[in-house]
């Protein structure tokens, strides 16, 4: 018989994601509460649980499936016996079971909640016990476990994992009972006799199992790890524990298993504690623990939400607070919607500040804080955006490309983010390989806006002024690969030596922060304004999308 409501299938794995007042926790509670039996031994209040406060009703609804020509058809018997008290027919194998907790806190569990009961008595009477022996028979086919992140492992360990224990080391004793006893009764003889021997009589000793269990006698296990060397489990990290508890749920799900009962897994969160590299190892863990059982977590963590959206729920409050279901078309929107709720961005990824200009490499990211630091007390370069940007180096025109490609669809819904591309043969290549494939997915990449050229045919050193290029390679001309004029002796292209960029730099800017006026900047300013410009453009997109 396997469990089906709406969102948490049999064998499967289920991930809960949302803001942290959403309620997932509430979610999680909710599936055990249904299986809280007619003694309501999971503690459900109503008061302490409702939005609504004292005098609602909380309802909660199950679906189940079953094999009615197999293991089940016992059960199935007695279901179509009390559909036939509701002179009704079993529509399929499909069962619908509606569990209301009244303002009492009283549990009701019911297989027919609209059908009216028939008026005579004894059929009423039949119809009670058979529902609630039914009930009983379907809910003793799981064992459901929440397992809550504000637990100690050690406290989770002797909650889950010790019982099982426990239980596997009495069936080993059992055989050994009466040798036990017969030890236990000499251990009482000798303590009779030292009575005796000391004047007092009428005083027999004797010894047994508390509560008169072998289990009461066992109370504790030390859980050990070796990584090489064999220590307890509370002496490792805190990752590893966690880890270790997880793999230690699929023996528990296998002996709850030979009693014939389902395990229902119920974990919040559990990311908590683990280091990132740990969170592709547990994610794998509840994958294999999702074949066998039927596990259902929440979490904040990118990684753990499933690529198929339909094993993602997403949770919010609506309007009078109480928890409402959201489902997703891709996981990307699933993760983008956990995002929204937790107040992430892609680009926090990225460290990518609220606004960026991406470029090749760190000596533009360099050039540009030294301009606009430089010009900040120049009349009309302000440039208030650019100069609240985070620029960010990607190491070169197609790295910068490949980065942009693979995220500049996300990264332009969330913030302003223009590209800096030198005007050379790489560069000018990469925008048009860029153009190309955004052109082909319906995405707007266009100069000045998303993506602004230094100077056709150069690199960034090509907005200093001409001449000093020029000066300095009779300078120094071996610090440069190709250096290209036309007839007129104007400079069509030239490139540096890699190590030969740093000394460029330094005499260029030497050469500019000595100079009276600010004709040579000419270029830089271009610059500057067309990123300032592409970065208002890409304000106004946001705000109007």
């Not at 504000?150 to 406290?155: D, F």
């Not at 499933?306 to 997703?328: M, Y």
Request: net charge negative; glycine share 8%; aromatic share 10%.
């Amino acid at each position: 018989m396997g469990a089906q409501d709406a969102f948490l299938d049999l064998s499967d794995t289920l991930t809960i994601i949302g803001p942290n007042n959403s309620g997932k926790t509430n979610l999680l509670q909710s599936v055990q509460m249904f299986f809280t039996g007619y003694e309501n031994e999971h503690g459900y209040l109503v008061d302490e649980d409702s939005p609504r406060g004292k005098g609602a009703r909380t309802s909660i609804v199950g679906y189940f499936d079953g094999d009615p020509d197999g293991p089940d058809s016992a059960f199935y018997e007695d279901l179509d016996r009390l559909y036939a008290l509701y002179n009704l027919t079993r529509p399929g194998t499909n069962i619908a079971l509606y569990l209301t907790f009244s303002p009492s806190g009283n549990p009701t569990y019911v297989f027919f909640p609209n059908q009216k009961r028939p008026s005579e008595g004894a059929v009423q009477s039949n119809i009670s016990r058979l529902q609630k022996q039914l009930v009983i028979d379907l809910l003793g086919q799981f064992e459901c476990h929440f397992i809550p992140s504000e637990k100690s492992m050690r406290e989770l360990v002797d909650h889950v994992l010790t019982p099982f224990i426990r239980a596997v080391v009495v069936d080993v004793l059992q055989p050994q009972l009466g040798k036990i006893q017969s030890e236990l009764d000499a251990v009482s003889t000798n303590i009779t006799a030292a009575l005796e021997a000391s004047g007092v009589s009428g005083l027999k000793a004797s010894f047994g199992f508390q509560g008169g269990s072998i289990e009461n006698m066992l109370s504790g296990f030390d859980f050990y790890l070796s990584d090489p060397y064999k220590t307890p489990l509370a002496r490792k990290g805190q990752g590893t524990q966690s880890l270790a508890f997880m793999a230690a749920l699929h023996w528990v799900t296998s002996k709850e298993e030979e009693f014939g009962r389902h395990s229902v897994w119920l974990i919040e969160e559990p990311e908590s504690f683990l280091h990132p590299e740990l969170s592709h190892s547990a994610t794998q863990l509840l994958e294999l623990l999702g074949r066998s059982s039927t596990v259902a977590m929440t979490s904040h963590s990118m990684a753990f939400v499933p690529h198929d959206p339909k094993r993602v729920v997403g949770t919010h409050l609506d309007g009078d607070g109480c928890t409402a279901l959201l489902t997703f078309k891709s996981h990307e929107k699933a993760t983008a919607a956990l995002r929204k709720g937790l107040g992430l961005r892609f680009a926090d990824y990225f460290s990518l500040g609220t606004s960026t200009v991406l470029t090749e490499g760190q000596s533009d990211s360099e050039y540009l804080r030294w301009f606009l630091t430089l010009s900040e007390p120049w009349d009309d370069c302000e440039w208030p955006k650019l100069r609240s940007v985070t620029f960010s180096d990607r190491g070169g025109a197609v790295p910068l490309a490949g980065f942009v490609r693979s995220n500049y669809e996300i990264l332009r819904k969330e913030q302003p983010t223009v590209s800096l591309f030198d005007g050379d043969e790489a560069g000018i290549k990469a925008v048009s390989d860029l153009s190309s494939y955004f052109n082909g997915v319906g995405v707007s990449f266009n100069s000045n806006r998303e993506y602004v050229y230094v100077r056709n045919g150069f690199a960034i050193e090509g907005l200093f002024p001409d001449a000093w290029v020029a000066q300095y390679r009779e300078d120094s001309p071996t610090h440069f690969v190709d250096f290209q004029q036309d007839a007129a002796d104007s400079l069509m292209k030239f490139r540096l030596r890699d190590g030969n960029k740093t000394t460029f730099a330094n005499r260029m800017r030497e050469r500019a922060e000595a100079e009276d006026t600010h004709d040579w900047a000419e270029r830089w300013i271009v610059v500057c304004k067309a990123l300032e410009k592409a970065l208002s453009k890409q304000v106004e997109l946001i705000a109007g999308e």
